[in-house]
């Protein structure tokens, strides 16, 4: 499976961001059956944001982002989206795109099998 991330940018302090990552490649199999996005800021490790699974309508979050963040997904375009509103400086990261056949505790020790490459999203205040 290949992801390709988008929509990283600058953005002031409150304001949003949607994020997108289009998966490519073995899309029809279970090897994108729960995608997610990760985070990493300068000088810290990759912490988890937010996955979906394969249904579309189970979720998890990171405590800092719950309430603030949404992801989604569309199974008939291998995409998966992260709207990011109320957006604070210590969101500044780069963000990754992910996929991994099940949910487990893989994902809370970024170890999931398929990463995309990174989009810049910056906050400032």
């Known amino acids: 499976v290949q992801l390709q991330a988008s929509g990283g940018g600058l953005v002031q302090a409150g304001g949003s961001l949607r994020l997108s990552c289009a998966a490519s490649?073995?899309?029809?199999?279970?090897?994108?059956?729960?995608m997610g996005w990760f985070r990493q800021a300068p000088g810290k490790e990759r912490e988890f944001v937010a996955l979906?699974?394969?249904?579309?309508?189970?979720?998890y979050y990171a405590d800092s982002v719950k309430g603030r963040f949404t992801i989604s997904r569309d199974n008939a375009k291998s995409t998966v989206y992260l709207q990011m509103n109320s957006l604070k400086p210590e969101d500044t990261a780069v963000y990754y795109c992910a996929a991994h056949p099940w949910y487990g505790s893989k994902w809370y020790h970024a170890s999931v099998d398929y990463w995309g490459q990174g989009t810049q999203v910056t906050v400032s205040s």
């Open positions: 490649g073995r899309t029809s199999s279970s090897a994108s059956a729960v």
């Open positions: 979906i699974k394969w249904d579309g309508i189970t979720t």
